[in-house]
């Protein structure tokens, strides 16, 4: 069975809001790090925000501050991301991603395990 699985994604217009959802098996000792990375064509990926699997210490990068929010469920089995007022340029493919550690949490090559994406499209 996959370990990590999306869910969520689809097509919305700016201004619009979605929920990708992330369900977790990984053992908790290699998914003490997660992570919604964002592969857009022709760009290298981008972790977008950052959680602890235990739900702490979450981290956004800057084009998404005020605008998503990262969080836990209380059983720490599902990760989410909930998007608000998107913009085009949020646009693409949406990895959940874990990784044993968070010392370079915002480096998209920190996370070694990775779900099969889901693809966000923000067009008018």
């Known amino acids: 069975q996959r370990q990590l699985v999306e869910s969520g994604g689809g097509s919305v217009q700016p201004g619009g809001s979605l929920r990708l959802s992330c369900q977790i098996s990984?053992?908790?000792?290699?998914?003490?790090?997660m992570a919604w990375v964002r592969q857009t064509p022709g760009l290298d990926r981008e972790v977008v925000a950052s959680?602890?699997?235990?739900?702490?210490?979450?981290y956004y990068a800057d084009p998404v501050k005020g605008r998503f929010t990262i969080s836990q469920d209380v059983k720490e089995t599902t990760m989410y991301l909930d998007m608000n007022n998107l913009r085009p340029s949020d646009s693409g493919v949406y990895y959940c991603?874990?990784?044993?550690?968070?010392?370079?949490?915002?480096?998209?090559?920190?996370?070694?395990?990775w779900g099969q994406g889901t693809q966000v499209n923000v067009s008018a």
């Open positions: 991603a874990a990784a044993p550690g968070c010392f370079t949490r915002l480096r998209a090559s920190t996370y070694t395990y």
């Open positions: 990984l053992s908790r000792d290699i998914s003490v790090c």
């Open positions: 959680i602890y699997r235990s739900g702490a210490s979450p």
